[in-house]
């Protein structure tokens, strides 16, 4: 049985990490093999703080591990990473993704690479930034940076769609094969703008804004397993692209409709699968 490796952290309540990847690339018909970096009782952006700790780095190796043992990292068909807890976690996925990429050399490894965001109050272990900028990130296939990671990596300032092109193109110079940027601050007030960049071209994907009281968390992880499962589905990374910003939309509408902080995955559910209401994707 094929299925999706995802290293991510699991909140026991809400939706960030695992917990917001799991249940839609579940209800895409993908099996999810889940491992999770930490336990937190909720993501890090409540103001009380939170609860919980990370797993230790071998858990991480222990876990795939027995998973070779079983014979399944040649049904890996994508390792996706997220939210990690340490530094050392990081040796672990880069660990990881060789040897899934031994057994099965046409797994992707899609990396997510949460930085953590001090001025969004994203709260993230020292020393996670530079495994992923150095080692992570041009290791991967895919990489799904929001601005600030991307700026990161590329070593440069983003503001404007011209920097965010060139931003594109020094990471693709590194190592992944495409860039998706989560939201380019810079392009439009009125619309919210994702940008998809490969040695084929670069694409910008546009869906209204919407007003929060609070920003919804969780957000990138979705958009990082919407993304992973409709590539895999429909190997065309335009198409895939589109689905996952239709799909995302439908889940934040239905999260402002509610006037709710935490993702409604599972409110939007059949709206992940078939999105109704259509955006366009322009070809840059
Ligand atoms: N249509 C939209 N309207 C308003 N905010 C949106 C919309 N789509 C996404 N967002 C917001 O964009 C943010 C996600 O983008 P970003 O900050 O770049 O990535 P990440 O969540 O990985 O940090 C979230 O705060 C989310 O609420
Ligand atoms: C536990 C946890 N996981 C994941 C994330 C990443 O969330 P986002 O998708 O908004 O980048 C956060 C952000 O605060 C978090 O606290
Ligand atoms: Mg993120």
């Known amino acids: 049985m094929k299925g999706i490796l995802s290293v ?65 990292l040649a049904n890996c068909e994508a390792v996706l990473s997220g939210y990690q807890g340490s530094a050392e976690q990081c040796l672990a996925i880069e660990d990881t993704v060789k040897k899934v990429k031994a057994a099965n050399p046409k797994a992707l490894y899609v990396c997510d690479p949460v930085m953590g965001a001090p001025d969004k109050g994203c709260i993230v272990a020292p020393g996670i930034a530079e495994h992923l900028i150095n080692t992570l990130m041009p290791m991967a296939d895919i990489i799904v940076p929001n601005q600030f990671e991307l700026s990161q990596f590329a070593s440069m300032e983003i503001n404007s769609l011209e920097d965010a092109i060139k931003a594109c193109q020094v990471a693709l110079n ?85 006037g709710e902080w935490e993702l409604q995955t599972i409110a939007a559910q059949n709206e992940i699968v078939k999105p109704t209401e259509l955006f366009p994707v322009e070809a840059l």
């Open 8 to 72: 991510q952290s699991h909140v026991v309540y809400g939706h960030a990490g695992n917990s917001s990847a799991v249940f839609p690339l579940q209800r895409m018909g993908f099996e999810v093999w889940p491992i999770h970096t930490v336990q937190f009782s909720n993501h890090t952006q409540y103001q009380e703080g939170w609860t919980g700790r990370a797993f230790a780095a071998e858990d991480i190796t222990s876990l795939v591990s027995g998973m070779e043992a079983i014979g399944q």
């Open 174 to 258: 590194k190592g992944p094969k495409m860039v998706l940027v989560k939201h380019l601050h810079s392009v439009s007030n009125e619309m919210f703008s994702m940008m998809l960049a490969t040695q084929e071209g670069c694409w910008l994907a546009q869906r209204p804004h919407l007003e929060f009281d609070k920003q919804p968390v969780g957000v990138g992880d979705l958009i990082s397993a919407l993304f992973t499962g409709q590539y895999l589905a429909k190997g065309n990374a335009e198409a895939a692209f589109s689905h996952c910003n239709d799909a995302c939309y439908a889940v934040l509408k239905e999260t402002s409709l509610r």
